[in-house]
């Protein structure tokens, strides 16, 4: 069994900035690929981040790229989403998840490819 624990979200203003950690604990951190994905209310869950096992393959939506920056550190079974410029459309609850499977573009942006979620963490960005 895998877990996945969120922190960092918060309240903040547009314009500025959030980092997101994501702790996995449960099983060699460094098998899995991650994925950040966030939900508003009355809204399907969507894409963010992902990135590989190893770090050095990263996704990004359309809508956050040049903003947002996904990374991680094996050493501490941790996943990071740095959010800079942040604007009220980016308001949800945020959620990290992860996976075995055969990882890619095509793959990564898809909810039901990961097998393990965190219970998510708010940000709510002010106008």
């Known amino acids: 069994q895998v877990q996945l624990v969120e922190s960092g979200g918060g309240l903040v203003q547009a314009g500025g900035s959030l980092r997101l950690s994501c702790v996995v604990a449960?099983?060699?951190?460094?098998?899995?690929?991650m994925g950040w994905f966030r939900q508003a209310p009355g809204e399907e869950r969507d894409f963010v981040a992902a990135?590989?096992?190893?770090?050095?393959?990263?996704y990004y939506s359309d809508s956050v790229k040049g903003r947002f920056t996904i990374s991680r550190d094996n050493a501490e079974n941790t996943v990071y989403l740095q959010m800079n410029s942040l604007k009220p459309e980016d308001t949800a609850v945020y959620y990290c998840a992860a996976t075995s499977r055969v990882f890619g573009s095509w793959s990564a942006p898809i909810h039901y490819e990961y097998d393990y979620w965190g219970q998510g963490t708010q940000v709510t960005v002010s106008s």
């Open positions: 449960g099983r060699t951190f460094s098998n899995y690929a």
């Open positions: 990135i590989s096992s190893s770090g050095v393959t990263t």
